[in-house]
């Protein structure tokens, strides 16, 4: 390989493993992290980033109960190069965020809360990526990585 492509190869993302799970109700939301939390253990992730992965998973699933009465979460152990982590999926048919930089300040909430979860659970992990279309839905995407 040219170094070119070498830099390249690095780049891909590959998936070792994919869990799906509904989440419609409060009880659903232990059963995840609790799978979430075995996935990050099997991967060998400290418990520091273990603990962060599963705040910033808890929110998201939160939200997903909250605003939009549910929806399906997506676990799956990634690898890119020599680092793995585990990457999971939001993806709801709610009402959608009309203003996604708004709601990715501090401090802004719909919900009378404290408007800290999107923000929050950006800065608690290694990728953040939120896409939301009024009236459809929204989905998002985090990726924590073992040594990150
Ligand atoms: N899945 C979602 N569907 C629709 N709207 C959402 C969704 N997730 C977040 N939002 C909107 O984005 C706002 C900000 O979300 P964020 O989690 O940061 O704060 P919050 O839920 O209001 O408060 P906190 O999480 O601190 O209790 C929410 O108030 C809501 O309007
Ligand atoms: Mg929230």
Same mark, same amino acid.
């Given at each position: 390989?040219?170094?070119?492509? *070498?830099?390249?190869?690095?780049?891909?993302?590959?998936?070792?493993?994919?869990?799906?799970? +509904?989440?419609?109700? !409060?009880?659903?939301?232990? %059963?995840?992290?609790?799978?979430?939390?075995?996935? +990050?253990?099997?991967?060998? *992730?400290?418990?520091?980033?273990?603990?962060?992965?599963?705040?910033?998973? &808890? !929110?998201?699933?939160?939200?997903?109960?909250?605003?939009?009465?549910?929806?399906?979460?997506? #676990? !799956?152990?990634?690898?890119?190069?020599?680092?793995?982590?585990?990457?999971?999926?939001?993806?709801?048919?709610?009402?959608? #965020?009309?203003?996604? !930089?708004?709601? *990715?300040?501090?401090?802004?909430?719909?919900?009378?809360? %404290?408007?800290?979860? %999107?923000?929050?659970? /950006?800065? %608690?992990? &290694?990728?953040?990526?939120? /896409?939301? #279309?009024?009236?459809?839905?929204?989905?998002?995407?985090?990726?924590?990585? /073992?040594?990150?």
């Amino acid at each position: 390989m040219t170094p070119k492509l *070498m830099t390249m190869a690095k780049m891909i993302v590959t998936v070792l493993n994919k869990d799906r799970m +509904a989440v419609v109700r !409060e009880q659903d939301v232990v %059963l995840f992290r609790n799978r979430v939390k075995e996935y +990050a253990t099997k991967i060998g *992730m400290g418990l520091v980033n273990q603990t962060k992965l599963i705040t910033a998973a &808890s !929110e998201l699933v939160r939200n997903m109960l909250r605003y939009a009465n549910g929806g399906e979460t997506l #676990i !799956e152990v990634v690898s890119q190069g020599r680092e793995n982590g585990i990457r999971l999926t939001f993806t709801d048919k709610g009402p959608g #965020i009309p203003n996604i !930089e708004q709601a *990715m300040k501090d401090g802004f909430s719909t919900g009378r809360s %404290l408007g800290l979860g %999107l923000p929050g659970t /950006k800065r %608690l992990v &290694s990728e953040f990526d939120i /896409k939301s #279309i009024v009236g459809k839905g929204t989905t998002v995407t985090i990726t924590k990585w /073992k040594n990150g």
